[in-house]
T-cell receptor, first 112, second 112 residues
């Protein structure tokens, strides 16, 4: 999958707990993205990064924060998980702003 | 508001038949349009990417067309195989934008 790894692949957590998902790339791509995908919805952008320490919000950013302290890692944090954040989360990378994106395998998060 | 609409929402065809998926967009100013294939339980994989000057692009049995004047694209699948069963996602990017607009996808089922 183009040198992109998401961890964990599956997680079950309780409401109110913090959760961090990790995206790691070995392609040295500048752009990294976090999406969520829910039944009946397409992929929705949560946050993205256009360089180390440079991030911006997507369309569904409430309740999520991100950090990118080095090129290869992009972390997504749910400060206090809610049941509405139960979803499949995908990380993606791309060389440029709107060039071909490569997606990770996804993380299935269940908040109970 | 930038929007991407895909049709049909779902489609069932018999193995060996051809099919065409549609994508209409209102994204402006246009940069490029991409088609992705997403198998169940996996991340999307890029099929084609087209810029303003390209009106046809092929990838094996997949052929994408673009009419930038009418803001329409289609993905034609020839001689379908069982492995073509997947969701097909149209993504359109605007010039100067750090993020793209995703369609909700068309779910294709190929039956023997």
């Amino acid at each position: 999958d183009a040198g992109i790894t998401q961890s964990p692949r599956h997680k079950v957590t309780e409401t109110g707990t913090p959760v961090t998902l990790r995206c790691h790339q070995t392609e040295n791509h500048r752009y990294m993205y976090w999406y969520r995908q829910d039944p009946g919805h397409g992929l929705r952008l949560i946050h993205y990064s256009y360089g180390v320490k440079d991030t911006d919000k997507g369309e569904v950013s409430d309740g999520y924060s991100v950090s990118r302290s080095k090129t290869e890692d992009f972390l997504l944090t749910l400060e206090s998980a809610t049941s509405s954040q139960t979803s499949v989360y995908f990380c993606a990378i791309s060389e440029g702003a709107n060039t071909e994106a490569f997606f990770g395998q996804g993380t299935r998060l269940t908040v109970v | 508001k930038n929007q991407v609409e895909q049709s049909p929402q779902s489609l069932i065809i018999l193995e060996g038949k051809n099919c065409t998926l549609q994508c209409n967009y209102t994204v402006s100013p246009f940069s490029n349009l991409r088609w992705y294939k997403q198998d169940t339980g996996r991340g999307p994989v890029s099929l084609t990417i087209m810029t303003f000057s390209e009106n046809t692009k092929s990838n094996g049995r997949y052929t994408a067309t673009l009419d930038a004047d009418t803001k329409q694209s289609s993905l034609h699948i020839t001689a379908s195989q069982l492995s073509d069963s997947a969701s097909y996602i149209c993504v359109v990017s605007a010039l100067g934008a750090g993020k793209s607009t995703f369609g909700d996808g068309t779910t294709l089922t190929v039956k023997p």
